[in-house]
């Protein structure tokens, strides 16, 4: 498609489940990131896919936190055991390249209850 | 910390007034790119300025940087209500795209 698309848009979840989000990039874009927003705060990075390059998950709060990215084009973050501190906007972003400008999808709300 | 910071948090004008922006960085940067952010969703892309640029323009944008004093700034003229969101730096230090806090613009008509 035309630009990022990310589903669902919205998730309620229970406290203790398992979620997956998804994240379609733009064809032919290397760079994938994924980044978690708290309302009113700043983009907090998670995890970065470059090409077939090992991804850098320097970003991930714990060990429940994990993603890949498949065939260099769909990607998965998935949250085990989900908490209530996790609740937040997960954002997806691709860029044609690691230096080129980056385009983002509307994002998953995520809330535990 | 971020390794971009931006400055005001919170900046509210008057229709057709102009906003200005600053982010300071920590490392040296291949490029620092401007994002604005409407209701909390997708960031919108703005305008990048590469480490060898000075200046660059894009509509009623214009963005400044000096490496030496490692910050950028983000001038908006003749601001319109249309503007008000909140707008991100971002720094590119060679591994990944790094995001500040964001400044929360309001332009009231």
């Known amino acids: 498609g035309a630009g990022v698309s990310q589903s669902p848009s919205n998730k309620v979840t229970e406290k203790g489940k398992d979620v997956e989000l998804r994240c379609d990039p733009i064809?032919?874009?290397?760079?994938l990131y994924w980044y978690r927003q708290s309302l009113g705060q700043g983009l907090e990075f998670l995890i970065y896919f470059q090409g077939n390059s090992a991804p850098d998950k320097s970003g991930l709060p714990s060990d429940r936190f994990s993603a890949e990215r498949t065939g260099g084009s769909v990607s998965t973050l998935t949250i085990q055991r989900t908490q209530q501190e996790d609740s937040a906007v997960y954002l997806c972003?691709?860029?044609?390249?690691?230096?080129?400008?980056?385009?983002f999808g509307s994002g998953t709300r995520l809330t535990v209850v | 910390s971020q390794q971009g910071e931006e400055d005001p948090q919170a900046l509210s004008i008057q229709e057709g007034e102009n906003a200005t922006m600053n982010c300071s960085y920590k490392t040296s940067i291949n490029n620092l790119q401007w994002y604005r952010q409407n209701s909390g969703r997708g960031l919108v892309h703005l305008i990048l300025i590469r480490s060898n640029e000075r200046e660059k323009h894009s509509g009623r944008l214009r963005v400044t940087l000096d490496t030496s004093k490692k910050s950028s700034s983000l001038l908006i003229t003749a601001s319109r209500a249309a503007d008000t969101a909140s707008y991100f730096c971002?720094?590119?230090?060679?591994?990944?795209?790094?995001f500040g806090e964001g400044t929360q613009l309001t332009v009231n008509p």
């Open positions: 064809s032919g874009h290397t760079a």
């Open positions: 971002a720094t590119d230090p060679g591994s990944r795209l790094t």
């Open positions: 972003a691709s860029s044609l390249d690691r230096q080129g400008a980056s385009t």
